[in-house]
């Protein structure tokens, strides 16, 4: 967010600084986060109750994507600079660039060169390298006065402190997201094959509501962060109100789709009629969807948070749904099954927004004060 409000502040100097010090210190923390993830891969899978079955495969396609880390991180780092400056349809465009040519590798790699799941990890990052050179070309062309130069890769005390403490928060905030994912990942997998089979597929389907969230959630951030740079807080009020009513609607219309639709995505994911895989999933769906919405309304504070700087609300308020989210799968998932999950989470997302709201009522109420 700090791109955004250095825009809005039409601060070019500092965003070319923020710019390079984004290259060399996320290039160095994603080497040693990469070696890190390798060398405690075959431990993780194995506490998360990896069946044995699918053990090589899960280490065959992760040990290639660890490997390869440098191109999600360009490809996000060149994407976040687009969004940052309002250009999402740019950055839309190459998003769907990725997606069509992973999809191309995909056939080509595994039906016609028959790699196996190799060949999906190798497409992944060669679509993700893909797009971030074309986001990467276009950023020299369309804001060639944001692209940072030699003289900008010197060493920033005070942006060095500033961006640290903005992407450790937020790093804690997404590790913590994912750590708990997994350790979730791991309370299904004491259900056997057939109910990860159909944990899986709900995943893709919650990918697809989710998309339409975090998507809201990063517009959020943008707008409220330029206007918050450029000193507008009437207008970063009204863009959380009307966001955060844009995205209660959106919650509700898709949690319903989700509701109805649950036993032909379960169905068309799974590619088959087996009831043991796909009624526990059609059940985690409809009861998920009832709380939905509430996830909806915790990424418009996420987008709120972020844009004024305020990131360690998120995590704070992650770290309680996710502590709630595993804890509750462990000691529900062998009574209720798969719908133990979804519980689990809906009661967190609860928590979530009762977080965020305290939180949001404190800020604004501190902020008065200061006007």
């Avoid at 070309?137 to 804001?143: G, H, I, N, S, V």
């Amino acid at each position: 967010m700090l791109f955004a409000q250095f825009y809005g502040m039409h601060n070019e100097k500092n965003f070319r600084k923020e710019f390079a010090l984004s290259i060399w210190a996320g290039l160095l923390i994603t080497a040693i986060l990469s070696i890190l993830s390798l060398l405690f891969l075959r431990p993780l899978l194995r506490m998360m109750q990896t069946p044995d079955n699918v053990f090589p495969y899960v280490i065959s396609y992760l040990t290639i994507i660890l490997c390869s880390l440098f191109a999600t991180y360009f490809y996000n780092l060149f994407s976040n600079v687009l969004r940052s400056v309002g250009d999402t349809n740019a950055s839309l465009l190459f998003l769907f660039v990725s997606i069509l040519l992973n999809t191309l590798l995909d056939i080509l790699f595994i039906a016609v060169l028959h790699m196996g799941i190799a060949g999906g990890a190798y497409a992944t990052v060669i679509s993700q390298l893909f797009s971030a050179c074309c986001c990467y070309l276009y950023l020299r062309k369309r804001y060639p006065m944001l692209i940072c130069r030699k003289e900008d890769f010197t060493f920033h005390k005070t942006l060095l402190t500033q961006t640290l403490s903005y992407g450790i928060v937020s790093a804690l905030h997404q590790s913590s997201l994912y750590i708990g994912k997994l350790l979730v990942q791991g309370a299904v997998n004491t259900l056997g094959t057939s109910a990860i089979a159909s944990y899986t597929a709900t995943m893709r389907v919650e990918g697809i509501v989710n998309a339409f969230s975090d998507s809201g959630s990063q517009s959020m951030s943008i707008l409220i962060a330029q206007n918050h740079g450029a000193g507008n807080k009437k207008t970063v009020c009204e863009g959380f109100h009307h966001g955060l009513l844009l995205l209660v609607l959106s919650g509700i219309l898709l949690s319903a789709i989700m509701f109805l639709t649950s036993p032909i995505c379960m169905m068309f994911l799974i590619g088959s009629n087996d009831e043991q895989i796909i009624a526990p999933g059609i059940s985690y769906l409809k009861v998920i969807s009832i709380f939905y919405v509430l996830c909806y309304i915790g990424n418009a504070f996420v987008g709120f948070f972020r844009g004024v700087g305020k990131v360690n609300i998120p995590f704070i308020a992650t770290t309680v749904h996710i502590t709630l989210r595993v804890i509750l799968s462990y000691l529900l998932v062998e009574r209720l099954g798969l719908p133990a999950v979804a519980i689990a989470t809906g009661i967190g997302w609860i928590c979530v927004v009762f977080v965020h709201e305290f939180s949001y009522l404190k800020y604004q109420k501190r902020i008065n004060k200061s006007y």
